[in-house]
């Protein structure tokens, strides 16, 4: 197959971006998304022209490290696929494709398609963990959890972190990433006693880091991955409201772990 | 160079408990005044930064991906073992401990192995406080599968996503400490050289992947939880990133090597298809407790799978393996695969593929409890092939996954350089020449939740705070050498991309140190490997500059230092003459074509000392004493 790339080049964060036009002339449909962009790098390498730099690691849907938005949408045209999983099967031959970066005030660019999205991980300092030390732990059949509780709270915990969620949503809100924290943990025993603290630490954190706020497109839900729904979020909406009735003026969970 | 193991005195079972009376400790008010340097976020690092934040230690950890819960770890998908004995099938610590140093072919420590297991079942309660979402049954209580090279079912998981949900846990425990002020990260940050002064490990020299500053950070002890080395295949089933440049270098420094041939091939991951493949992809064992492997019975047989009648298929580890059958260990599945393929009657359209048959236990349990099985790794299969395995078998092929070698450590998992410890993957200990499935997320998790908080304050309590000096002669050469080495990389503009040369020291090492090893091959591949590193260093192509983001820059640095190890791994491949787990010897086989171990002459760890880029590496040998188990031939038929 042949395909016609256009990608968006930007040399630093500072830089002005552009898309530029590269040719790939023997794509096989079985290599993956990222095996073609490995091929076009190793031509543009040929012609000493710098590759294309862009982020991934695992290659196989769970680190969530690979990003890109093609032909506008994040991770491509195939439903709860990530890039690195997508097959070049799902294109025609001579097809255009659209690359670019996951674009969200709160992910800048770092160079051409990768971003910086440590604003996540922030996200997740703000609560988005059980404070349990090391050597603490009861027996662990000691209480049984229902099967549907630990299901459904795996559905949620299945989230990758890629941020897709952000870059799909007009608003570019982290609502759909923080919701899948907190309605994992907030569905199991273990999590309740910070439920109502880590809701409120991760969506103030949410504000700081400048993700905008959620007014229910439900983009998110079609760009993931994971197929996490916007389920979780009505449970977050939920536990805030709760929260912030009962909320003692702390908004921040993390803080005092030490 | 010493190998003192420390293996503390006393029976098995007490030596944990009384190691750890014996241990120095730092008193609670000190703690804050202890910088320790953690390279590493994968479970083996996350948990032990954690940890070790969580008692009050400053701890600085370092990743190469942009988030701490990127790394490899992530991937593992069937899950951990424990001997908790849920399913009062007979496991208990002792057949755990049992199941590991048979399963290794008898080249572990025992000590270590039996602690593992001992401390195995504190890590599920653990990780269930943490909220691990671990599979259940309906009356809630915690569920079970069964993994190879064990009769009970002891492995813990939480759907295809085991190692995912592990680290995530572990993850948020590390944010916890972050947000905490207790641990500092540094993602997107490669450790380019460890710094050792007056014989001590104080520091390391890092690049940052996003500005390109080379420098250098300083601690108290420097624990290395980088991971394995598969990658230097080229083709394997880690991540991309996954290296042994953490490792690599700490060798060069002084710290023992051991046994860096020995190497897990994973008997089910689906095969090539193409040049272009840039990894491979595991269907995690779990797969084997419903899916059936087998191929035609006549070489040559094109035929769709559905065309070939049941009389015409040769189940063959059920048929050569009857007590174990399709759960048998990895290595002894892999090499059965390969004879298979060998004999012509390998399936797919390269001819080297096994069929991983689903039928049966679809039509035993159905369709929809396979799904809630497997169904995410079904997908992935799909996905990848364009084939439908709830309608067609499976193929499998096996490949590189996980390196059993690494730095050698003590009882204490210290290295031979005090001061470093060593982690997970990246070391040595508990594996021996074969890991168990479900071992490694145990082993790394048991290191660094249960083993460093222990042993890191006895070392620690006979060192001052901060008493490394930054500017002492070393320290500097250390950093100096690693921003030269960028330089050189960059300055050559030869001719071949990096991936290339990776590549093709890749096809080097699997035909010649891969599933099946010989004298000749080894000694051919001991000559090509330095041929390849020199034209590395005359043609490589690295564009851009090295104070910018630049991942061919990466890449380089990487595979220079896989083109010195794949070496190393040779080396000790040949000196080893038996075969034992993962490492298999054509000439050392049994008549029927089993590996032959040689415990009068090898019954021991095969560490290596760098002497220099001009001198062979010196073996040291670490006598393995056998006082619980009977060393015996593993017989899985
Ligand atoms: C596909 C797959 C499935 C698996 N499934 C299972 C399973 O079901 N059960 C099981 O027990 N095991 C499984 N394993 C094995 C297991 O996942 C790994 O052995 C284990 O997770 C390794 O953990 P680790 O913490 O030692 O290293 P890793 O998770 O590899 O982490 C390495 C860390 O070191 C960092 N690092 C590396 N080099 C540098 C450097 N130079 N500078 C800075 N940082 C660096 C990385 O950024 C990363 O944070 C599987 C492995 C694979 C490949
Ligand atoms: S590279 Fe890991 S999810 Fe795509």
Not at chain 1, 26 to 34: A, E, H
Not at chain 1, 216 to 229: L, V
Not at chain 2, 24 to 47: D, E, F
Not at chain 2, 480 to 490: H, I, M
Request: hydrophobic fraction near 35%; charge should be neutral.
């Amino acid at each position: 197959m042949r395909i016609t790339l256009k990608v968006w080049r930007q040399s630093g964060p500072h830089a002005t971006g552009r898309f530029e036009t590269y040719q790939a002339d023997q794509v096989s449909p079985d290599m993956s998304f990222l095996e073609m962009m490995d091929v076009v790098n190793e031509d543009l390498i040929g012609k000493g022209k710098e590759p294309i730099a862009f982020d991934h690691d695992c290659r196989e849907g769970i680190c969530g490290m690979c990003s890109m938005v093609i032909n506008g949408m994040p991770h491509g045209p195939h439903r709860a696929t990530t890039t690195c999983q997508l097959h070049m099967r799902s294109f025609k031959d001579g097809d255009r494709v659209t690359v670019e970066p996951f674009r969200a005030r709160a992910f800048p660019v770092l160079r051409d398609l990768a971003v910086d999205r440590s604003s996540l991980d922030r996200v997740m300092q703000a609560g988005g963990f059980i404070g349990v030390a090391t050597g603490n732990a009861p027996e662990a059949n000691a209480a049984p959890i229902a099967k549907d509780a630990v299901d459904r709270a795996m559905d949620a915990a299945q989230c990758i972190g890629c941020g897709a969620c952000v870059a799909a949503c007009p608003n570019a809100s982290a609502m759909l990433f923080t919701a899948a924290k907190v309605s994992h943990l907030g569905l199991l025993p273990q999590g309740q006693p910070e439920r109502y603290r880590r809701v409120l630490g991760m969506v103030g954190q949410m504000d700081i880091e400048g993700f905008g706020g959620c007014t229910n497109f439900g983009e998110c839900q079609e760009a993931c991955p994971k197929e996490i729904g916007v389920w979780t979020i009505a449970r977050l909406n939920g536990d805030f409201l709760k929260g912030s009735l009962t909320a003692r003026g702390d908004k921040r969970g993390g803080g005092d772990a030490a | 160079m010493e190998l003192n193991a420390r293996i503390p005195s006393g029976p098995l079972e007490q030596k944990w408990d009384r190691h750890k009376f014996a241990l120095k400790l730092v008193n609670p008010a000190n703690k804050r005044k202890y910088t320790v340097i953690v390279v590493g976020s994968g479970l083996a690092g996350a948990s032990a930064a954690a940890s070790m934040g969580e008692l009050g230690y400053q701890v600085r950890c370092f990743c190469f991906q942009d988030t701490p819960r990127r790394a490899h770890s992530i991937a593992a998908q069937g899950g951990i073992n424990a001997a908790k004995n849920y399913q009062n099938d007979g496991d208990s610590i002792y057949r755990l401990f049992y199941d590991t140093v048979k399963g290794g072919d008898f080249r572990a420590r025992e000590a270590n192995v039996y602690r593992l297991a001992q401390v195995s079942v504190d890590i599920i309660d653990h990780c269930v406080a943490q909220g691990v979402p671990f599979a259940r049954e309906y009356g809630g209580l915690l569920a079970n599968r069964s993994f190879g090279g064990a009769q009970v079912s002891r492995t813990f998981y939480a759907r295809g996503q085991t190692g995912q949900q592990l680290l995530l846990g572990a993850y948020s425990a590390l944010e916890r400490q972050i947000a905490g002020g207790t641990v500092a990260m540094f993602p997107r940050t490669e450790m380019l050289d460890l710094i050792v002064t007056e014989g001590r490990a104080v520091g390391i020299v890092t690049r940052d992947l996003v500005s390109g500053k080379v420098e250098s950070h300083f601690a108290d002890a420097v624990v290395l939880a980088s991971g394995g080395y598969g990658n230097v295949f080229y083709l394997s089933t880690n991540a991309k990133g996954s290296n042994v440049t953490a490792t690599y270098r700490a060798y060069k420094r002084g710290a023992a090597f051991a046994n860096p041939c020995y190497t897990q091939i994973h008997p089910t991951c689906i095969p090539m298809s193409g040049d272009y493949q840039s990894k491979l992809t595991l269907m995690s064992e779990s797969l084997r407790n419903d899916g059936r492997v087998w191929v035609p019975r006549a070489a040559g047989d094109k035929r769709a799978p559905g065309d070939i009648a049941e009389a015409e298929r040769d189940y063959y580890l059920e048929r050569k393996y009857p007590s174990f059958g399709n759960l048998c260990p990895r290595d002894i599945a892999s090499r059965a695969a390969k004879e298979v393929c060998d004999e012509g009657r390998g399936v797919g359209e390269t001819g080297l593929g096994v069929y991983l048959d689903f039928a049966d236990s679809i039509n035993r349990v159905g369709e929809d409890k396979i799904r809630e099985r497997y169904g995410n790794l079904f997908d992935m299969y799909e996905r990848i092939t364009g084939e439908n395995p709830y309608r067609v078998p499976m193929r499998i092929f096996p490949a590189v996954h996980y390196t059993m070698g690494g730095l050698w450590v003590d009882y204490n998992l210290m290295s031979t350089i005090p001061g470093l410890f060593v982690h997970g993957e990246a070391n040595f200990s508990d594996h021996g020449a074969n890991r168990l499935g479900a071992s490694a997320l145990m082993q790394g998790l048991a290191d660094g939740y249960f083993v460093i908080p222990y042993t890191i304050g006895n070392y620690l309590a006979q060192v001052k705070p901060g008493s490394w000096r930054a500017d002492s002669a070393d320290a500097k050469a250390a950093c100096v050498d690693a921003t030269a080495r960028v330089d050189r990389l960059l300055s050559i503009n030869g001719t071949r991309t990096v991936d290339s040369f990776h590549r093709e020291l890749g096809k080097i090492m699997w035909s010649d140190c891969g599933m099946a090893r010989n004298q000749t091959g080894l000694a051919e591949a001991l000559q090509r490997i330095p041929e390849l590193r020199a034209e590395f260093w005359r043609s490589v192509r690295v564009l851009g500059r090295g104070e910018e983001f630049n991942q061919s820059l990466e890449k380089a640095g990487r595979v220079a230092d896989f083109l010195e190890f794949g070496e190393l791994m040779c080396r000790d491949a040949l000196h080893r003459e038996e075969s034992c787990g993962g490492h298999f010897r054509t000439e050392h086989q049994t008549a029927d074509g089993e590996a032959r171990r040689d415990d009068d002459q090898f019954c021991y760890v095969g560490a290596w000392e760098y002497r220099g880029d001009d001198r062979a590496p010196v073996l040291h040998k670490e006598p393995l004493v056998f006082e619980n188990v009977k060393l015996a031939t593993r017989s899985y038929k």
